[in-house]
């Protein structure tokens, strides 16, 4: 079973995957984590985010995904770097980085992989990103498309950067996240968009539990017998 949530920075998509991934007994692929740790690897590298920076930096990079007691946990050349993708550097590049060509076809293969090693294993996978279920999985079992205003969005995302101990303010926040709304709609490669057959949740007025509940009703009313 390969459950899809896809979605713009902000709309609650890795919290309500990585919940409703333990409501039904899957494992929770988080494919943004990935994507933070290649962008990671280019500021350690120093490379700029360009297809000549993707070739110098991703032969020698190596993204793996591990699950322990407290969850998923991304290795970046062998060390857990899990605590270090969410800070504000990361986050000012990532969107940028994820846009270059052989940054994605590398990605898509190994989120591919991998999403078909873990839904083997433990039954079933739910992975969040921006293009889960338009390319990386456009035949998942089920897809759904995470949406919620900007101004709540900015505010889940300062509040993620003040528990990893980041100060920024609210503007700040919410000038990055329209950037990266303007970047993921118009790239050339795999644009954020809402697939055909995806279900769309606005989460903007709804309680994690209520968007968890939404996600796991749908994916029991798809395959009753199979969660």
Do not use: C, W
């Amino acid at each position: 079973m390969i459950v899809t949530i896809d979605g713009p920075a902000g709309s609650g998509k890795s919290t309500t995957a990585r919940r409703a991934a333990f409501r039904l007994g899957y494992v929770y692929l988080d494919t943004g984590a990935m994507y933070r740790a290649v962008a990671l690897a280019f500021l350690r590298a120093g490379a700029e985010a360009t297809s000549e920076g993707a070739t110098a930096v991703l032969p020698s990079t190596d993204i793996d995904v591990r699950y322990e007691a407290d969850g998923m946990h991304v290795f970046l050349n062998g060390q857990d770097v899990t605590d270090d993708l969410r800070t504000a550097e990361v986050g000012g590049v990532v969107s940028q980085i994820s846009t270059l060509a052989p940054v994605r076809t590398h990605m898509v293969d190994e989120q591919r992989r991998i999403g078909h090693e873990k839904a083997e294993a433990h039954g079933g996978v739910v992975l969040d990103g921006r293009d889960t279920g338009t390319v990386v999985f456009p035949d998942a079992d089920v897809k759904i498309f995470m949406v919620a205003d900007l101004d709540e969005r900015a505010r889940r995302r300062k509040q993620e950067y003040e528990e990893a101990g980041q100060q920024i303010s609210l503007e700040e926040v919410r000038a990055e996240i329209e950037e990266r709304d303007r970047r993921d709609r118009n790239r050339d490669i795999a644009p954020l968009r809402r697939a055909e057959d995806a279900i769309l949740l606005d989460t903007t007025d709804r309680t994690i539990a209520e968007q968890v509940a939404f996600v796991v009703d749908h994916v029991k009313a798809r395959f009753p017998q199979g969660t």
